[in-house]
């Protein structure tokens, strides 16, 4: 089992370009999350999703969006990327029994200049 | 929404000995308390966590403490490694359907020989 996989690893864009961030899973979770991470600041939350074709804001939503057409992906969206969002992107899985951990993939370091 | 403060930012200690990282959290319905670990360039892993009708919690080398009343959980690592280096950050669980997870700032630890 892969467990938690994304694409691309590494990505370089210039302002005003866009991108699409993957994330899949083969351990039939019915959650799944997208946080970035920067230095001094944690792990915010961008975007959930419950379940297939369900997607729900996070604390930094602004200037991204998210697809979940089939269950074992979770789609990020940059539209227009921008300096700010230079970071580096994680998704994570769970099952919905409480209490059991997140998964988390091996995350994307994107770099917008 | 739930806020987690976590502290120190960095801690440094000598191999062998013990190591503390506080969290403190707002919301008081939050009842899951995970620790993470990411060590430089990888995925957050969890190392240990505590539901919230539990005051205490080990594992090895490792423990989590809570305390309800004073919202607040500790994590507690003894006899030191060289690869225990990393950046722990705690976490804690918000009620509602999607088990979001807030996290703290996180706290580089380096482990000195």
């Known amino acids: 089992n892969a467990g938690v996989t994304q694409t691309p690893k590494f990505r370089v864009l210039k302002t005003g370009q866009s991108m699409t961030l993957l994330c899949a899973q083969d351990m039939n979770h019915e959650y799944m999350y997208w946080y970035r991470q920067d230095p001094g600041m944690g792990l915010r939350l961008i975007h959930y999703?419950?379940?297939?074709?369900?997607?729900a804001k996070g604390e930094v939503p602004d200037g991204y969006n998210v697809s979940r057409l089939k269950k074992q992906n979770f789609l990020l969206g940059l539209e227009s990327a921008a300096p700010s969002q230079t970071s580096v992107y994680f998704c994570a899985t769970q099952q919905v029994t409480l209490g059991v951990e997140q998964y988390f993939g091996p995350g994307t370091r994107l770099t917008v200049t | 929404g739930e806020n987690v403060e976590q502290h120190p930012s960095t801690l440094s200690v000598q191999e062998g000995d013990s190591a503390v990282i506080k969290c403190t959290y707002s919301d008081s319905a939050s009842n899951y308390f995970p620790w993470y670990k990411q060590e430089l360039g990888k995925r957050p892993q969890l190392i240990i966590d505590?539901?919230?009708?539990?005051g205490e919690k080990k594992d090895q080398r490792i423990a989590v403490t809570l305390n309800k009343t004073a919202k607040h959980f500790s994590l507690h690592i003894t006899e030191t490694q060289p690869e225990d280096s990393a950046v722990y950050f705690c976490a804690a669980r918000q009620s509602g359907s999607a088990r979001q997870l807030t996290f703290g700032s996180g706290t580089q630890l380096t482990v000195l020989p």
């Open positions: 505590i539901r919230s009708n539990v």
């Open positions: 999703s419950v379940g297939e074709g369900t997607t």
